[in-house]
């Protein structure tokens, strides 16, 4: 699953522009380094005409009294009658440059190379859920020969060829692979072991991707 991300890098940053070149606003945003479910996020809408928005992490649950939906796996969601009829036209990217993932409660985090920028796969709701922003909820795909010793799942992490197809205005086709995810990107992520400041969704400081020497048991992962 993908349960925290960041964006560290400031809105307008030249890399950021680079990966998402249809944004034409971008407001003025902080640096997040642990961007958690129920907070808000930013967000680019299919398709990519304007700025940037703001959607809530976390999908309504369908039974009363769960948690809200944060991930939906890519694989399945045209089996899903509540994600196939958001995929033709409520998809969305989260900027991000980093992910989290934990292996028992060990969190390492993900980037690319020089914390280049990627793009989160999203599909958002259609606001008829209540008031406040448009909720949504990350993809996840099989994970990646780097992830895998972590986690047996990874976020749909999208190139900037990856985010214009995912916000392309005609809906991909449904019986063709999920599209937009190009291992390559994700092929190159950097890995390393990080403290328990990001375990806490309150903290949201540089120590929660800082590194730190990883358990003996771990220590053969790559990149660890």
Not at 53 to 61: D, K, Q, S
Request: hydrophobic content about 40%; overall charge positive; proline content about 14%.
């Amino acid at each position: 699953m993908c349960g925290r991300y960041s964006l560290t890098l400031r809105a307008g940053h030249a890399k950021l522009r680079q990966l998402l070149p249809a944004v034409a606003q971008w407001p003025a945003l902080e640096p997040r380094y642990n961007i958690g479910p129920g907070q808000a996020c930013a967000a680019v809408r299919a398709p990519a005409v304007g700025g940037l928005e703001w959607l809530t992490w976390g999908w309504p649950a369908q039974r009363p009294g769960a948690r809200p939906v944060i991930n939906a796996r890519a694989e399945t969601i045209t089996r899903i009658s509540t994600f196939r009829e958001a995929l033709p036209d409520r998809r969305a990217v989260l900027p991000a440059d980093g992910f989290y993932e934990w292996r028992d409660r060990q969190a390492y985090y993900f980037q690319l190379p020089e914390g280049e920028p990627f793009g989160l796969a999203a599909l958002w709701t259609d606001g008829s859920t209540g008031p406040g922003p448009p909720r949504c909820l990350v993809l996840t795909t099989a994970p990646n020969p780097i992830v895998a010793p972590i986690h047996d799942r990874m976020p749909v992490v999208l190139d900037r060829a990856g985010c214009a197809r995912w916000l392309a205005p005609r809906p991909p086709h449904i019986n063709e692979p999920f599209p937009g995810f190009d291992p390559g990107p994700a092929g190159r992520l950097t890995v390393w072991p990080v403290g328990s400041a990001v375990h806490s969704v309150a903290r949201d400081e540089p120590a929660c991707c800082a590194r730190v020497n990883p358990p003996r048991q771990l220590s053969l992962f790559p990149g660890a």
